[in-house]
């Protein structure tokens, strides 16, 4: 029986060890958070808002510019890039982004995948972790890996600027990017975004037909597009980055709170137990007293 206590010591030992690391985590990604949450929250407005008019503009061209950002051809070759965390214990939040590009490519770009036309790549490690050991008919680049832990805008502005320059020379036909969705502390949810070419916008439903707008350029209309285009495609493709991190942060945050609960619901099942082992020792104690005694006496 001594034993047995002392086994379920060392374990409630064990178990309060662990809460107090998970509570420290927790405070750390609360902490990142509220940063990584400020950021997003006040650039989401501003991109999206250019984002659309970027759509409208491209849209409402016909064909009538140089640009080739908002062209769509033929797919033959594509490129997936996957946003993940560099880290883990964050639930299930690297695992959804990493389905989410698989069922992208294997849905959307199966043909382009079986010719061996679909390149992957990966800013953060977790999803090159996940896709290396699973994968081997898929071309990978992982020249952005570091990305993830250096996101300022110049560092995201030149991948993002590197991948239009590969657009415009036709290595690519396509450009998606898979990343998470920041709700807020407990909803994060993986999104396909497609980033070139620029989708243009639909017609709402219910509407017959969507009126075209009349935009007065100026300077010329080459001279702005050549301009705007880069800086709205570059703002975009940081608010993806922005985004997975503060849902990384805030995943990581609920997870570590759940996982603190859970251990005090375990402490205070192996303090039970422990006491009930305890009583128990006890009450066989008293009971070899009482039998010696008895013994002697008769």
Same mark, same amino acid.
């Given at each position: ?32 958070? $509220? ?12 991109? &999206? ?16 510019? !140089? ?30 982004? !990493?389905? &989410? ?53 110049? !560092? ?26 920041? $709700? !807020? ?10 980033? +070139?070419?620029?989708?243009? +916008? ?15 350029? /100026? ?32 995943? $990581? ?11 005090? /619901?375990? +402490? ?9 082992? $305890? ?6 104690? +008293? ?12």
């Amino acid at each position: 029986m001594a034993g047995g206590l002392k086994e379920v010591r060392e374990r409630i030992k064990s178990v309060m060890g662990t809460q107090q690391i998970t509570k420290a985590m927790k405070m750390v990604s609360a902490a990142k958070l $509220r940063k990584a949450q400020n950021a997003i929250v006040q650039m989401r407005p501003y991109a &999206e808002r250019l984002n659309r008019m970027l759509s409208n503009i491209l849209s409402n061209l016909d064909g009538d510019s !140089n640009t080739s950002f908002g062209k769509a051809r033929v797919v033959k070759k594509v490129l997936v890039v996957v946003i993940t965390s560099n880290r883990g214990l964050a639930g299930a939040f690297n695992t959804n982004i !990493n389905k &989410e590009a698989v069922m992208l490519i294997n849905t959307k770009y199966g043909e382009q995948r079986r010719n061996g036309n679909v390149t992957v790549l990966f800013i953060g490690k977790k999803g090159y972790d996940f896709f290396r050991r699973r994968f081997t008919d898929l071309k990978f680049n992982t020249d952005y890996l570091d990305i993830y832990d250096r996101p300022a805008y110049e !560092n995201v502005s030149a991948v993002a600027r590197e991948l239009m320059d590969e657009f415009s020379k036709g290595h690519y036909d396509a450009i998606e990017v898979v990343y998470s969705h920041f $709700r !807020n502390a407990a909803t994060q949810y993986p999104t396909v975004e497609q980033w +070139l070419p620029v989708p243009k +916008l639909e017609a709402q439903p219910g509407k017959v037909s969507r009126k075209k707008a009349d935009y007065i350029f /100026e300077p010329d209309k080459e001279q702005l597009l050549e301009s705007l285009v880069p800086s709205i495609l570059q703002l975009s493709f940081h608010k993806t980055v922005l985004d997975t991190q503060a849902g990384e942060h805030g995943a $990581r945050m609920t997870a570590m709170d759940k996982a603190t609960d859970n251990a005090e /619901e375990l +402490l205070k099942a192996l303090r039970i137990n422990y006491n009930k082992a $305890r009583q128990e020792a006890i009450t066989t104690e +008293l009971g070899e007293i009482v039998s010696g005694a008895a013994a002697l006496e008769s």
